[in-house]
């Protein structure tokens, strides 16, 4: 019986190599990985930046003084509508509106016909009256020759006596009339009443006027004036020639006061004062709105801060940022306040504050509560060492 050969035996440790050369690959990939990675220094953590701040001490204040505008009206030392005082039709017109004249300047004119016509009429009445009053004294002389040779009666010597006075008292009559027309003929001419310049010119040449219509409206030239309305309070506190200071858009102007009216306006219930202008300038024209600043004290305690240290907050309040010492280091308080009072550039307030605190003053948009932060040079080392 013959025997089937078989084949030779592997040797055992080979099917434990297809597991062990995986294993000594990982076991390498390690150690490499371990040391790359030695070789590598250690870095200390960097420390958080600190914020520079700029911060001012704050001082506690009884009160505060408020400053108020009062809003004028530039006005001409005199604003005239002028006009003819009889009626009549306008022949000329002189001058225009925006021109300069000068007192006593002829601006406009009337016709004048029908009063020549009476002037005519009244010297003729007056040559007859001078020659009825010659023709009077000479036969008064022939009568008191008479009288004297008692050839005449005293009665008639009375009589021509009172004839002479009759008609010299006519004449004079006659020429107190034509002096009254000559004063009509002269307001024909419609004349400035002071330097100054034409505001408005209401009516056309050729137009028929009334006794006392408008016909140009002039204002003064000269320093202007400013009146101000201000409540008896206020102005119970100014004197006559006072020097006070009035804003204008360009510049400060100084001015005094000319007059403080003695009654209220019913209107306004207001109290009506009159500046002048002591300063002139040219920008300024009558009608222009000017300011007058009064300052009133108002009892209040608080703190005086920048405006641009305010941060708006909730409910009508503001915050400040204030600089304390927490943990050995400066950081961030937002503190709320209320803003009492405020101008251009700083405000009134009163919250939770001390007095002689910290409070950062600008920049406070890039910053938050709670963050640490280096108060800038200018603080002196003994705030600064006060809060650490």
């Known amino acids: 019986m013959t025997s089937t050969?078989?084949?030779?035996?592997?040797?055992?440790y080979k099917k434990y190599l297809v597991w062990l050369l995986p294993f000594i690959a990982?076991?390498?990939?390690?150690?490499?990985?371990?040391?790359?990675?030695?070789?590598?220094?250690?870095?200390?953590?960097?420390?958080?930046?600190?914020?520079?701040?700029?911060?001012?001490?704050?001082?506690?204040?009884?009160?505060?003084?408020?400053?108020?505008?009062i809003a004028g009206r530039a006005e001409a030392p005199q604003m005239a509508a002028?006009?003819?005082?009889?009626?009549?039709?306008?022949?000329?017109?002189?001058?225009?509106?925006?021109?300069?004249?000068?007192?006593?300047?002829?601006l406009a004119e009337l016709d004048t016909q029908r009063l020549m016509a009476q002037m005519t009429e009244l010297s003729a009445i007056f040559n007859r009256a001078n020659s009825d009053a010659n023709l009077a004294k000479l036969s008064l002389k022939r009568v008191i020759e008479?009288?004297?040779?008692?050839?005449?009666?005293?009665?008639?010597?009375?009589e021509t006596t009172e004839s002479v006075n009759a008609a010299n008292a006519f004449s004079d009559e006659i020429l107190a009339r034509k002096q009254s027309l000559q004063v009509e003929i002269s307001k024909t001419k419609l004349r400035a009443p002071f330097d100054g310049s034409v505001v408005n010119r209401l009516v056309d040449?050729?137009?028929?006027?009334?006794?006392?219509?408008?016909?140009?409206?002039?204002?003064?030239?000269?320093?202007?004036?400013?009146?101000?309305?201000?409540?008896?309070?206020?102005?119970?506190?100014?004197?006559i020639d006072q020097v006070v200071t009035v804003l204008s858009q360009s510049s400060p102007l100084l001015g005094k006061i000319k007059s403080i009216a003695q009654q209220r306006r019913l209107d306004t219930r207001t109290v009506d004062?009159?500046?002048?202008?002591?300063e002139p300038n040219r920008s300024i024209l009558p009608g222009d709105l000017l300011n007058f600043a009064i300052n009133s004290e108002v009892n209040s305690t608080g703190f005086w801060v920048p405006r641009k240290a305010l941060v708006s907050s909730v409910r009508g309040l503001w915050s400040l940022f204030v600089v304390e010492a927490i943990d050995g280091e400066l950081q961030l308080v937002a503190k709320l306040v209320e803003l009492l009072h405020a101008d251009d550039k700083k405000a009134f307030v009163r919250g939770a504050l001390q007095d002689a605190e910290l409070v950062v003053i600008e920049g406070v948009q890039r910053l938050v509560p709670g963050q640490k932060v280096l108060v800038a040079e200018g603080i002196t080392t003994n705030s600064v060492a006060g809060l650490l």
Not at 5 to 12: A, E, K
Not at 26 to 32: P, T
Not at 96 to 106: A, F, S
Not at 213 to 233: H, K, M, P, W, Y
């Open 273 to 278: 004062v009159i500046v002048s202008l002591t």
């Open 146 to 158: 008479l009288v004297d040779k008692n050839l005449e009666s005293a009665q008639r010597l009375d």
């Open 205 to 239: 040449k050729g137009a028929a006027v009334t006794a006392g219509q408008t016909i140009f409206t002039l204002q003064q030239n000269g320093q202007l004036e400013v009146r101000f309305a201000l409540s008896a309070d206020y102005a119970n506190q100014l004197a």
């Open 5 to 12: 050969p078989q084949l030779p035996q592997q040797p055992s």
């Open 82 to 106: 002028i006009g003819f005082d009889l009626s009549g039709s306008v022949v000329n017109l002189l001058v225009d509106e925006g021109q300069q004249v000068i007192q006593g300047q002829i």
């Open 26 to 69: 990982l076991v390498a990939l390690i150690l490499l990985m371990k040391a790359s990675g030695s070789g590598q220094t250690q870095q200390a953590p960097t420390e958080v930046k600190k914020h520079l701040v700029n911060v001012m001490p704050i001082q506690w204040h009884q009160q505060y003084v408020q400053k108020y505008l």
